[in-house]
């Protein structure tokens, strides 16, 4: 389960500037997206700023070489994304967004990312420059992340005893570019077994387990009430989280 989110990185309050440009706030969305096998991503950067020329405001993205990131297999696309304003400084034209002295570029990067991109920290770097030439400079980051699984997820016998034997297993696995089908199983992460009563709204974490070499988890428990099962990855600087689909066991 992948939520998709946004950020927004404002400059600290203080009076205008008389000369020279500035950049209020940077903000890109999604903050953290995730790439699957087969498919790909769009950030969108979205620039507040005064105090620039009719095409002053410029954007790159590109991996951040001091972040961890895993090396992408080749051919691997050009890092460095540089992207077009949707929304430019001319409001006759383009009908761009302002609010005061304030004015709103959009941008939308030329590449969506996929799996050949490198995951990990992103930056993301804002150059607003006036009629003088004099620029001011803001960068942002995001992180990049590919797609994890939990397969097979499932909580037996059903129905079970009460302070029976309740066993739940499944397996990790994660998105991995060099390899043929896109997924290898994951051995060496912990993953968290959580339950929800019936009728609840809330999810307890009750009890974890490192997954095998071949991605697989198994965890015994003893219910004591009906309610529904499932397994959480958390995930990692390059992994997203992963929520299995939920188990309803009943005990008598």
């Known amino acids: 389960m992948v939520v998709a989110a946004s950020v927004a990185f404002a400059a600290p309050a203080h009076a205008a500037a008389e ?22 991503v769009r950030v969108v950067v979205e620039v507040v700023a005064r105090g620039v020329t009719e095409k002053g405001v410029k954007i790159t993205v590109e991996p951040d070489r001091r972040g961890k990131a ?21 409001p006759s034209r383009t009908g761009r967004r302002s609010s005061g002295e304030w004015q709103t570029w959009r941008f939308l990067p030329a590449k969506a990312l996929d799996k050949r991109y490198p995951p990990g920290r992103w930056t993301v770097t804002v ?55 896109g997924y290898v199983n994951w051995g060496g992460q912990r993953v968290y077994i959580e339950f929800r009563e019936h009728g609840g709204e809330t999810w307890e974490r009750v009890a974890s387990a490192v997954t095998e070499r071949d991605g697989r988890f198994t ?9 529904t ?4 990855f958390p995930g990692t600087v390059e992994y997203a989280m992963e929520i299995s689909e939920g188990d309803a066991v009943k005990t008598r």
């Open 127 to 181: 150059t607003a420059t006036d009629d003088a030439g004099t620029s001011a400079t803001r960068s942002v980051h995001f992180w990049l992340k590919r797609n994890a699984g939990i397969t097979g997820f499932s909580a037996d016998p059903e129905p079970v005893r009460r302070n029976g034997q309740l066993t739940l297993r499944g397996r990790l696995t994660r998105l991995e570019p060099s390899v043929h089908g």
């Open 19 to 40: 000369t020279g440009p500035e950049i209020r706030s940077v903000t890109v969305r999604p903050d953290t997206p995730v790439v699957y096998d087969g498919g790909s």
């Open 70 to 90: 895993s090396p992408a297999p080749r051919p691997t696309p050009r890092p460095t994304v540089q992207a077009t304003p949707v929304v430019s400084s001319s």
């Open 219 to 227: 965890v015994t428990l003893r219910p004591i009430e009906d309610g």
């Open 229 to 232: 099962w499932r397994a959480v």
